[in-house]
């Protein structure tokens, strides 16, 4: 699906008065409510890095992007709307949201270390060679969650300074890791 596809599945999630699983559970449709913002927020106000932005314009071969993603995902409310962005700058790139949990199951091919994290950005040429992926979150990200999971902090807890790194981050280290691998993969 595209992006305004996605867009329409996330929305028709919030509007539901009998959401589908897992969103009948209030903890999770009110995550979602708050994903739903921080994506809004993020594709008004995020500002595009000019060197990753010149290099995804210079693409000069088709690309395919697939983005395994679900609407319950904190990490993907922030880092989608720079990556929707971004593949808005060039014609030759293709792109295709992908949930998590719905057939075909295409994060069972791009697991991290065993587990199915999200989002996922699966960067593949003309001939669906995979040429890099990215996921779930910004390195440092990972770091602090790391660190939170070993001092055995509360979930509520993970969540806010996760919260709170990515709104100090302004998309900036999503962006720069992103950068690293165009520069890298871009003929």
């Known amino acids: 699906m595209d992006f305004l596809a996605y867009q329409q599945i996330f929305q028709s999630i919030l509007d539901d008065p009998n959401p589908p699983s897992p969103y009948q559970d209030p903890a999770y449709l009110n995550y979602t409510r708050l994903n739903w913002s921080r994506q809004q927020r993020w594709l008004k106000v995020g500002i595009l890095n000019d060197k990753l932005a010149a290099v995804i314009q210079s693409i000069k071969k088709a690309q395919f992007w697939t983005i395994v993603t679900e609407p319950w995902c904190g990490d993907a409310a922030h880092s989608l709307p720079f990556i929707h962005r971004l593949s808005e700058l060039n014609p030759l790139i ?7 949990d719905t057939t075909p199951f295409l994060i069972d091919l791009y697991l991290t270390n065993g ?5 996922k950005l699966i960067i593949a040429d003309h001939e669906n060679n995979d ?12 770091l602090l969650y790391n660190r939170l999971l070993e001092e055995h902090v509360e979930m509520e807890q993970k969540k806010i300074a996760l919260q709170k790194w990515y709104n100090e981050d302004k998309g900036v280290s999503l962006q720069n890791e992103l950068f690293l691998i165009f520069s890298a993969i871009v003929q």
Request: charged share 30%; proline share 8%.
């Open 94 to 100: 293709r792109i295709d949201y992908q949930l998590r």
């Open 131 to 142: 040429l890099a992926v990215w996921g779930s979150r910004p390195a440092e990200c990972q």
């Open 115 to 119: 587990k199915k994290t999200i989002p």
